[in-house]
């Protein structure tokens, strides 16, 4: 039998039942920052030692944390499909439940880049990246994080991961950030698409569409279910 392809789009909902907030559930305010100063090529102009700090506190924090449910759903799809996800998310759970293709939009949090050559992203063990850490052109390192107002340049790999999907599973985004949330319109006609949120966004009729007003844990355990149900002998 031919394995079919689900390709996932995921959000920081997928992260909550592990404990970390959400970005829209807290009033535009980023754990009590404005996120143009901590996630802007501005803000970090302006006060590379908050971004620098306000980073190393979201690794911390996600260090503390452990992939839940959801993730591990994902994760043990593997065994039968062939899973791509595509998270907005720059934690490392998904990976950290046993997933082995993820495509990070927005970057990742344990990794630093270089801010003279954007090709020379390094690995962060622990938690800190301070004033002074270089890369080896001697150049002060960032995060490796794709902030507002950046190009998002797994982008092109994302949509032609997205057009060639069988399945299309949508879990924790508001899909308020483009260009992320238009990743739902190169889905092609039929394939089903399944939406899991507690608190539903809006997306456009089309047809095969399932919305699932649930915890990602709870949602993504249907979804599982069903798919087993359909596809596999
Ligand atoms: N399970 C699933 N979804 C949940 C849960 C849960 N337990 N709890 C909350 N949600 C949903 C919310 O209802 C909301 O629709 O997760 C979604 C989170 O939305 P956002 O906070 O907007 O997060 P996201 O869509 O990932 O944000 C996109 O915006 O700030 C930027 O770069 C940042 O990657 C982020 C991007």
Known sequence: MVRKKIVVLSGAGVSAESGIPTFRDSNGLWEGHDVMDVASPEGWRRNP???LDFYNQRRKNALSVHPNQGHSTLADLEEHFDVIIITQNVDNLHERAGSTNVIHLHGELFKSRSTLDHRLIYDISGWELNIGDKCEKGAQLRPHIVWFGEMVPMMELAV???????IFVVVGTSLQVYPAAGLIDYVSRNVPVYIIDPNMPEVAPRTNLSLIEAPGSVGLKQVAEE???KYLP
């Open 227 to 229: 798919l087993a149900a």
């Open 160 to 166: 032609k991961e997205v057009t060639t999907a069988d």
């Open 49 to 51: 030692e908050l971004v």
